[in-house]
């Protein structure tokens, strides 16, 4: 039952963690912002992968989790598990890189990306819990 409670709490937290994304894009903080949207998809995956029991102390790892238990099996999405791996990038080079501009289209881009992203988790929880009443 600790997996399940684990999942929720972890969708919980993805969801707070958009509506910081949000929140920065509002005060114009873009690359905060692109910061914020990867990680409400990373903790929504983390979310997904708390039901299966599976973690990663290193983000590629989380990653290919997601992609092999979660999306090949086709609970997710696969256009929309892309989303991931993109959002890491723009975010590393937002956090790490020099003399890099984040726009306000990027912003506005990978919120919307995570917003897809993180409504997909949502629904691909419910059937997994539903699946395991079975």
Not at 50 to 75: M, P, R
Not at 108 to 115: F, G, K, P, T, V
Not at 122 to 134: A, D, F, R, V, W
């Amino acid at each position: 039952m600790s997996r399940v409670n684990l999942a929720k709490y972890r969708l919980g937290k993805a969801k707070e963690i958009l509506k910081e994304a949000e929140d920065a894009f509002k005060q114009t903080h873009f690359g905060m912002s692109v910061n914020r949207s990867y990680y409400a998809m990373f903790t929504s995956a983390r979310a997904l992968l708390a039901l299966k029991e599976l973690d990663s102390s290193k983000h590629s790892g989380v990653i290919s989790l997601f992609n092999q238990y979660i999306v090949k099996t086709g609970l997710f999405a696969e256009e929309l598990s892309k989303f991931l791996q993109k959002a890491k990038r723009i975010r590393e080079d937002a956090d790490y890189g020099d003399f890099v501009k984040i726009t306000q289209e990027d912003a506005e881009s990978q919120i919307d990306h995570a917003r897809k992203f993180v409504a997909e988790a949502e629904g691909t929880l419910l059937k997994m819990l539903e699946g395991g009443k079975k």
